[in-house]
């Protein structure tokens, strides 16, 4: 502790005197101390894996599926938020600060970062910054009404958020952007307030993204999740089921993330140890969905397109209950997508699996599906002064694609393949989440 120094008591001089010795010592000894704290951060080891067999290791416990009661899930409502951050409603306006340059954010669709400053309900309730709200990080804004990504990505998330795969949560707002230069992509032109709508934002899946030393944009490849990941058969091509029911062809490596609840690493070791705790393997970036999928990821091909998802079947070969076949689903991956997903062979144990949770969602929880992403502000169903175009209104766009969805869930329920690794208890399978009734909203029995 530094004595407390009276200067009153002393002479003017020789208090100043003292006084800037102090004011210099005490500056010294926090410019130290600041000095080694930063010293002990950029010495501190980065959560990262330093052995590849550590990665392997997490891989092979990673969990893929939280079992859930599927037709409990609030689709418009999305997952739960955390308390401590500002919560997100179908509809809000987000009004925040612009902060970074969609260019300086990776990616090619268009976005920006923004700090929240208050979210304000369509009802005109109002949440501000208060010490219980811990939002302090930008948040990503997606935008443009014709950029086709922010409907999908939402569609995409909330099915496997409600089935009970791992998802990160995307969330359609209404944007007002203080400061926000004319073209926020690039950060280039005058700076005023501007509104984007429709827009989405993410809340990233709980968890530290980890890679091997030096590859921060690895993530994990389809070969990788059969060889190296140890849930269930069922759970593996489940997931794999789900991307061609979605047609997601984008499915690199780097969509994919590996991530820890917490990381331990243990210096004692060269290189060090590194493991974690509650790893899971998820998909991360789902924007190219709901359309027709194969090489080119284009905007208007691959990226809700209601003919294009409609027209393209699940299935390229699939059994019936009276002729079990070897099933293969129908996925063309892009040509960018190298090591990625490529029409898989799918067991009857994640057809199966699948099709159980499938066919728990409701008519409405379907349609909440694509209410919850406004795909009817999409351009095409407007006319250049944003009416309506003749004969299409919001109800007769969400019960087209409401039936496309029913359509496709029942090519899924149908069909019937080869077992893979048949469970002795079914129930693992037909009911994960353990309900009383499993409710079967298709016509076909799923199993």
Same mark, same amino acid.
């Given at each position: ?10 002479? +003017?001089?020789?208090? %100043? ?33 330093? =052995?590849? #067999? ?22 418009? &409502?999305?997952? /739960?938020?955390?308390?401590? &951050? ?16 969609? +260019? ?19 009802? @005109?309730?109002? #949440?501000?910054?208060t010490p219980e709200i811990d939002d302090s990080d930008p948040i990503k804004v997606k935008f443009g009404a ?27 707002? $209404? ?18 307030? %501007?509104?984007?709508?429709?827009? /989405? ?7 530290? $993204? ?13 070969? &990788? ?10 759970? %593996? ?49 789902? @924007?190219? /969905?709901?359309?027709?999928? @194969? ?16 027209? =393209?079947?699940?299935?390229? $070969? ?13 996925? $063309? ?11 898989? &062979? ?76 048949k469970p002795a208890d079914l129930s693992v399978i037909d009911n994960p989440a353990k309900l009383a009734t ?6 076909? #029995?799923?199993?």
């Amino acid at each position: 502790m530094f004595p407390f120094i009276k200067v009153s008591s002393l002479g +003017k001089k020789t208090g %100043r005197r003292i006084l800037g010795a102090t004011i210099l010592l005490l500056g010294s000894g926090a410019s130290v101390a600041f000095t080694r704290a930063a010293d002990d951060e950029a010495n501190k080891p980065k959560k990262q894996f330093y =052995k590849a #067999q550590d990665r392997l290791a997490t891989m092979k416990a990673a969990a893929l599926f939280e079992p859930k009661a599927v037709g409990e899930a609030n689709i418009l &409502e999305g997952p /739960t938020q955390k308390k401590k &951050e500002f919560q997100f409603h179908n509809g809000d306006t987000v009004i925040c600060e612009f902060k970074t340059a969609g +260019k300086d954010m990776g990616g090619k669709t268009p976005k920006f970062g923004c700090q929240i400053n208050k979210v304000v309900s369509a009802d @005109g309730t109002a #949440q501000t910054a208060t010490p219980e709200i811990d939002d302090s990080d930008p948040i990503k804004v997606k935008f443009g009404a014709d950029d086709n990504e922010v409907y999908a990505e939402i569609v995409a998330t909330r099915l496997m958020w409600a089935l009970g795969y791992y998802a990160d949560s995307w969330f359609s707002v $209404k944007v007002e952007c203080h400061d926000c230069p004319d073209n926020p992509a690039s950060g280039s032109g005058n700076k005023t307030t %501007r509104n984007y709508y429709p827009a /989405t934002i993410v809340r990233k899946f709980p968890g530290h $993204k980890m890679t091997e030393q030096n590859k921060p944009e690895q993530g994990w490849s389809w070969k &990788e999740l059969d060889a190296d990941n140890g849930q269930p058969v069922y759970e %593996r091509d489940g997931l794999k089921l789900l991307m061609a029911f979605i047609k997601h062809s984008d499915n690199k490596p780097p969509q994919q993330r590996l991530s820890c609840d917490k990381v331990n690493i243990d210096q004692s070791t060269q290189p060090f140890t590194v493991t974690c705790e509650s790893p899971v393997m998820l998909v991360q970036d789902v @924007g190219a /969905t709901f359309g027709g999928g @194969g090489w080119f990821t284009s905007n208007t091909g691959a990226k809700v397109n209601l003919d294009e998802w409609s027209q =393209k079947s699940l299935w390229n $070969k699939a059994g019936s209950e009276a002729q079990p076949k070897q099933c293969q689903a129908t996925l $063309k991956k892009s040509l960018s997508a190298s090591d990625g997903l490529n029409d898989p &062979e799918i067991s009857e144990d994640g057809r199966r699996f699948d099709a159980g949770l499938m066919c728990q969602l409701s008519d409405k929880q379907i349609e909440d599906l694509f209410r919850a992403s406004h795909i009817a502000e999409m351009p095409k169903y407007h006319n250049s002064d944003g009416s309506f175009k003749s004969g299409v209104d919001e109800a007769s766009i969400l019960k087209d694609w409401v039936a496309a969805f029913k359509a496709k869930r029942e090519e899924l329920a149908k069909a019937r393949c080869l077992w893979k690794d048949k469970p002795a208890d079914l129930s693992v399978i037909d009911n994960p989440a353990k309900l009383a009734t499993v409710p079967n909203f298709c016509s076909a #029995q799923p199993h």
